[in-house]
């Protein structure tokens, strides 16, 4: 699948982030199965244990905006390597989108898609709580 537009979505996001502290732009685009793309920036405070990353914002906004199914999201930073979410963000993607493609891009804009289950194998999940 072409992610071209969800990773430019992520790409122009990152202009918005406020990493006061680490310095560290990122941004996201989540993509829903009716094509909506919802994005979101990395926010982090003094307290850093209340930072919030751009994937979960982008998820959370798409999420209280009503939506529900999503086909893929993209994160974006200014790292030569390809950026992927951090631990926290993976557990969060694959509570509250599940299997989907997920875009990695440097900073050149080129991207590679992997799915949930690569970024985070052996999850848990709702079936854990059983």
């Known amino acids: 699948m072409d992610y071209k537009n969800l990773a430019e979505s992520a790409v122009k996001a990152k202009q918005n982030a406020l990493p006061t502290y680490s310095n560290f732009y990122v941004g996201a685009a989540v993509l829903t199965e009716n094509n909506k793309i919802y ?7 003094s307290s850093y244990s209340l930072t919030i990353c751009a994937e979960r914002t ?3 906004k798409a999420i209280s ?12 930073g200014d790292t030569e390597d390809f950026i992927s979410p951090c631990g926290a963000c993976r557990q969060v ?7 989907i493609d997920i875009v ?9 898609v992997k799915k ?5 194998p052996f999850a848990f999940g709702d079936k854990d709580l059983e």
Do not use: H, M, P, Q
């Open 116 to 120: 949930t289950s690569e970024l985070l």
């Open 39 to 45: 994005t979101g920036c990395n926010i982090e405070s």
């Open 104 to 112: 990695l891009i440097n900073s050149s804009g080129d991207y590679i």
């Open 93 to 99: 993607i694959s509570d509250l989108c599940g299997e």
């Open 58 to 60: 982008a998820v959370f």
């Open 65 to 76: 905006e009503g939506e529900r199914n999503f086909k893929a999201i993209a994160v974006s």
